[in-house]
């Protein structure tokens, strides 16, 4: 499989043509955005990060049915995927009240939600992503209603599988953005996951101390981003080089916060 043009660039992501029908690199550079780009630098090293744990997430939510465009890793800072028409809306899940939730309502910060929140955001860095009803959704015809019912319907499941997912690792699973796309197979089109999900596009806070391990980091100043990362990462148990480390520093108290857990 050879590597073709660049197609598109974003903020943290690039996707290169392949030779491959139907199929492009997505390739994750180290830069970090926020506040519509007001805020910018590099981070070196989270592109890799982000990568893997996309990768794994990706993968875990395809084993219980949500269809992804992920197809398989190349290499540290890239993977090969589906390609799919982007459809121009940023999916919010809200578990936790945070972030612009609190801004936007006055809600209190830290407010555990009784069912999890879905908000949806028309994707345009002009207007600063502004946030949409369904009705807008289906009055531009950006989505149908059948294709809303279904990504609903998938919302909820990679939400349950998440926080479970993450619970078990001793992390809350807080909040998240996931986009969609329209895969084309000869007549049939559907929807399915794409983008990324990872400690960029989550907030994720350890249970026990609700330390941020997220871009939050990056968007308040906190520092020690990559730390973070990478102690996501190994929580999940991907960051196999430091195999070792990881038993010896998270083992115990990851059984300890179970217990409380439960
Ligand atoms: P908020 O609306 O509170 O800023 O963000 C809600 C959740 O969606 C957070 O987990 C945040 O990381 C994610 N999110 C919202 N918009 C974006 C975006 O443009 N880029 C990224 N990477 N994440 C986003």
Redesign the pocket.
Known sequence: MKKGKKLYEGK?KIIYSTDSKGLVIQHFKDDATAFNNQKKTVIDGKGVLNNRISEHILKNLSQIGIKNHFVKNINMREQLIKHVEILPI?F?V?NIA????TKRLGIIEGTVLDNPLFEY?FKNDKLG?PIISKEHITTFSWATKKELEKIDNMLLRINDFMVGMFRGIGIKL????VEFGRLKTGQKTEIILADEISP????LWDSNTDKKL??DRFRKNLGNLIPAYQEVAKRLGILHEEANVRHVNFSKPKSVKLKKNK
Do not use: P, Q, W, Y
């Open positions: 943290a940023e919010i809200r945070t972030g612009s939730l955001c992503d807080v909040d998240f953005k960029d596009t989550c907030r997220d871009k």
